[in-house]
């Protein structure tokens, strides 16, 4: 099942935020949300969509999926599996 299906997602919007703040944001309320819910983030920064919030993802083994809405914008959805 993809992260896009769950009905538990919590929706951030960090748009006109550039790096490291949307992962800062993205790591902060994922400390907020219960496990197995999905935070969304909506973002309009490349680097913080394709790099900084996934890499850190998969350091941390936080599923993540990235998806691409237009040309500037994303949504990223990370899943907290553990407190």
């Known amino acids: 099942m993809s992260l896009l299906d769950s009905n538990k997602k919590v929706f951030i919007d960090a748009k006109g935020q550039v790096c490291p703040y ?4 993205a790591r902060r309320e994922l400390k907020k949300i219960s496990i197995g819910e999905v935070l969304e983030i909506e973002v309009d920064y490349e680097n ?3 790099n900084s919030i996934p890499e850190w993802c998969l350091k941390n083994g936080v599923p993540c999926e990235t998806i691409q809405l237009d040309d500037r914008l994303w949504r990223v959805y990370l899943q907290k599996v553990t407190d």
């Open 48 to 50: 913080s969509a394709l």
């Open 22 to 25: 949307p992962l800062i944001i």
